[in-house]
C-alpha cells in the first residue's frame, strides 16, 4: 500500500509518502516569519504558494506516480485553523481525483507512532513538546492519554518568546541553545510544577524581565534548567504512576541536547530507557501522517468526506487507537 501524507498545521507545508510502512520520500517547504512569531494568515498563503509543488516534487523524486497511489492522509488537528485549511483541501481534491480513501490524521498522534516505529520503544510515557503543544502522554485503554500538560503556553511557544525578546527571529530554539551553552551563572526563576502539569507564563515574564540585569547566556541557561526540569519532573511521576519503563521525546524542542540529557538521567536513574525521535521526525512533517494514515487504514478507520472538515482543537485523548 501507498500512502501520501499531507502535514500543514503550523508554519510546515510537508508531503510523505509511504510504501508498506516504510518512509519513501519525506518533503517539506517552512514558513519563516520576516519577524515575530507565526503570522496565521501569511503561513497559509505560504502553504497555498506552495502546496502544487511540494507534493510535485515528492511524487517526482519518489517515483511514485499519481496511478499507484492508494490513499491519502492529512493533519486534520489540532494546529492553526488557516493553515489546516489548505492540507484538507488538498488531500480531499486528491482523494476525490483519484478515487481513493481519505483519513484524517491526529497530529499529536502521528509524531507518537513515527516516534515509536524509528526508536522501537514499545509502551513509552511519551514528552510531546512543540511550538503549540506539551503533554506528557501514555497509552491506555485502546488510547493515548494525557496524564499531565501546560496550563498556558506551551514550552516552544515560551522558548521562541524569550528567543524573540534577545533578538533571535524565529525558529528562536537552537539559538537559545547554543546561548545557554555558554551561560555559567544560574540565576533562580519561578518554577511552577501541580501534579504532572506545568505553566511557563511566569517563568517566561519574568526571563523578560531580567534580561536588562544579566547576560543573555545566562538567562538562557537558567531558562532552560528550569524550563526543561518541569518537563522532567512531570514526566518521571507519569513514568511512577503508570509503572513504564521506557520515555519517549517527540515534537521540535525534542531536538534540544540538553533536554534530552535530562530525561535520560532521570530514565537511568528509575532502572528506565529513554529515547528521541530522529531529528527529522522531531519537526512537523508528512511522513509521520502517512506512516500514522496507513496504521489507521490497515486497521479499518478512514475519513468520510463529510467528516473530513478541519479539528483545530483535537485532544490526543480523542483518538481511538485500535493497534494500542
Given at each position: 500500500?501507498?500512502t ?6 503550523a508554519?510546515?507545508?510537508g ?6 510502512e516504510?518512509v ?7 514558513y ?5 512569531g ?7 498563503e ?10 510535485k516534487?515528492?511524487l517526482?523524486s519518489?517515483?511514485v506516480d ?10 486534520q ?32 498522534v502521528?509524531?507518537?507512532?513515527i ?7 514499545r509502551d513509552?510515557?511519551?514528552?510531546y ?5 506539551s ?25 521562541d ?10 525558529p528562536?530554539?537552537?539559538?537559545l ?17 501541580k501534579?504532572?502539569?506545568?505553566s511557563?507564563s511566569?517563568?517566561?515574564?519574568k526571563?523578560q ?8 547566556e ?17 514526566t ?9 519503563k521506557e520515555?519517549?521525546?517527540t515534537?521540535?524542542v ?8 535530562m530525561?535520560?538521567t ?9 529515547a528521541?525521535s ?7 512533517n ?10 489507521m ?6 475519513t468520510?468526506l463529510?467528516?473530513?472538515?478541519i479539528?483545530?482543537?483535537w ?9 494500542l
Amino acid at each position: 500500500m501507498i500512502t501520501v501524507g499531507i502535514e500543514s498545521t503550523a508554519h510546515t507545508f510537508g508531503v510523505g509518502i509511504v510504501e508498506d510502512e516504510e518512509v519513501v520520500i519525506n518533503q517539506k517547504s517552512m514558513y519563516r516569519p520576516e519577524k515575530g512569531g507565526i503570522h496565521p494568515g501569511k503561513a497559509s498563503e505560504h502553504h497555498y504558494a506552495n502546496a502544487v509543488n511540494t507534493l510535485k516534487n515528492a511524487l517526482n523524486s519518489s517515483n511514485v506516480d499519481k496511478e499507484e497511489i492508494d490513499s491519502i492522509a492529512f493533519s486534520q488537528g489540532p494546529g492553526i485553523p488557516q493553515c489546516l485549511q489548505i492540507g484538507g483541501v488538498t488531500a480531499r481534491s486528491l482523494s476525490e481525483a483519484l478515487n481513493i480513501p481519505l483519513v484524517g490524521v491526529n497530529h499529536c498522534v502521528s509524531h507518537i507512532e513515527i516516534g515509536k516505529k524509528e526508536t522501537g520503544v514499545r509502551d513509552p510515557v511519551t514528552l510531546y513538546v512543540a511550538g503549540g503543544n506539551s503533554q506528557v502522554i501514555g497509552a491506555a485503554g485502546g488510547r493515548y492519554r494525557v496524564f499531565g500538560e501546560t496550563l498556558d503556553i506551551a514550552i516552544g511557544n515560551a522558548i521562541d518568546k524569550v528567543a524573540r525578546k534577545i533578538g533571535i527571529p524565529h525558529p528562536g530554539g537552537p539559538e537559545l541553545e547554543k546561548l545557554a551553552e555558554k551561560g555559567e551563572k544560574f540565576i533562580e526563576l519561578p518554577y511552577v510544577v501541580k501534579g504532572m502539569d506545568f505553566s511557563y507564563s511566569g517563568l517566561v515574564t519574568k526571563v523578560q524581565r531580567l534580561l536588562e540585569k544579566h547576560n543573555k547566556e545566562d538567562i538562557c541557561y537558567s531558562f532552560q534548567e528550569h524550563a526543561f526540569a518541569m518537563l522532567v519532573e512531570a514526566t518521571e511521576r507519569a513514568m511512577a504512576h503508570t509503572g513504564k519503563k521506557e520515555v519517549l521525546i517527540t515534537g521540535g524542542v525534542a531536538a534540544n541536547k540538553r533536554l534530552n540529557q535530562m530525561m535520560e538521567t532521570m530514565a537511568e536513574e528509575r532502572g528506565a530507557t529513554s529515547a528521541k525521535s530522529p531529528l527529522k521526525y522531531c519537526m512537523d512533517n508528512g511522513a509521520m501522517i502517512a506512516y500514522t494514515g496507513q496504521k489507521m487504514l490497515e486497521n479499518g478507520l478512514k475519513t468520510d468526506l463529510k467528516e473530513s472538515g478541519i479539528r483545530p482543537g483535537w485532544r490526543t485523548e480523542q483518538v481511538n487507537i485500535p493497534w494500542l
